[in-house]
């Protein structure tokens, strides 16, 4: 062989190696995907720490790195911008109302809560009274709510997912009173707003207003979050456990369109299904979620006090049902609250 003809084999050999190399790197890169979890505001921190026990298992599982994006907002708001074509391969919000519109606008399909255990909603919570340490107004249920002076510190459920299961909580328990109905339930809901100043706009927001700004003498919120809040302040703050409540059962779905753009429905449907493992499901209650595996709850059965739970089905129809007698345009809401009367 020539000299040259050896330079130009040593040449070829070289650039095969480099392309070899190339494509390995390009391989790897592929490898490090990054998953889009468009979630409510009130799970921030729970699924940062979520986030990070997935990827060690998803490494440990695949040899894979994954990168978990969160974005947070109003569920309301995460909506409106998936319709509008934010990527979000996964979403985890307050209502399932709120994936039922993401899936009108044909993005999943209308089945999507049958493809998760427990309603696809791997946790629940319930709605509790939040109160200043030793109970200095002395509220004990939903009826200590409405009394004269009292000032109650809620969100608004035209905005707020927590809102409207709140809301609801407090019209359910009208109903269950004896002769309750309709008509009982709504004059109950209108002495209740009457006993709330303004209606914050987020979850956060009420939270801010009855812990920072020392406003109101009780809030309604998730017991999660309720529970969260005595752990961090227990000399600030007790919980209240009304006689009568409901199941929160904020829902976790796969956005079908999404994933298929994005190639990611391998990693989607391990994260979500990941949120029912025993690892998970401890982790939850960490954050006083009450846990889906049957196991755990049981194991951690104080924590949690028993009370008379309802499901939003067994009330109201269905959560469709439930927004547009309550929540639309001139539903239960808007005729049982005032503004401009509770501003001033």
């Not at 359910?172 to 339930?185: C, E």
């Not at 302040?233 to 456990?241: G, K, L, N, Q, W």
Request: with cysteine.
């Amino acid at each position: 062989m020539t000299s040259w003809a050896a330079r130009a084999r040593v040449w070829q050999v070289g650039l095969v190696l480099g392309l070899v190399g190339v494509c390995g790197a390009g391989a790897t890169a592929r490898a490090d995907t990054t998953l889009i979890n468009a979630s409510s505001n009130i799970n921030q921190e729970m699924f940062q720490e979520y986030n990070a026990a997935f990827t060690r298992y998803w490494r440990g599982k695949t040899g894979e790195a994954v990168t978990i994006k969160q974005t947070h907002a109003q569920s309301t708001n995460q909506v409106a911008r998936i319709r509008n074509g934010e990527e979000a391969d996964v979403v985890t919000l307050a209502v399932s109302l709120d994936i039922d519109t993401i899936a009108a606008a044909g993005l999943m399909p209308s089945d999507w809560q049958g493809r998760l255990a427990n309603h696809s909603s791997p946790f629940t919570s319930t709605v509790v009274f939040l109160v200043r340490r030793g109970n200095p107004r002395q509220i004990k249920d939903w009826n200590d709510l409405v009394r004269w002076g009292i000032n109650v510190v809620t969100s608004n459920p035209k905005s707020s997912g927590i809102a409207r299961w709140g809301h609801l909580a407090a019209y359910g328990y009208a109903l269950k009173q004896p002769g309750g109905n309709d008509a009982s339930a709504k004059l109950f809901l209108k002495r209740l707003y009457g006993n709330n100043r303004v209606l914050e706009y987020t979850a956060r927001g009420a939270n801010n207003a009855f812990t920072k700004n020392k406003i109101g003498d009780v809030m309604i919120t998730w017991e999660s979050e309720a529970l969260q809040l005595v752990a961090a302040a227990p000399d600030d703050y007790e919980i209240v456990v009304p006689s009568v409540s409901i199941v929160a059962e904020p829902p976790v779905a796969l956005v079908d369109k999404m994933v298929e753009k994005r190639g990611t429905r391998k990693l989607a449907d391990a994260y979500l299904n990941y949120l029912y493992s025993p690892e998970a499901q401890e982790l939850l209650v960490k954050y006083y979620y009450r846990p889906a595996d049957a196991a755990i709850a049981e194991k951690y059965s104080k924590r949690f006090k028993p009370l008379s739970l309802f499901r939003v089905d067994e009330v109201f129809g269905s959560w469709q049902q439930a927004f547009k007698t309550h929540f639309s345009d001139g539903g239960v809401l808007d005729q049982v609250y005032d503004p401009y009367r509770n501003a001033s």
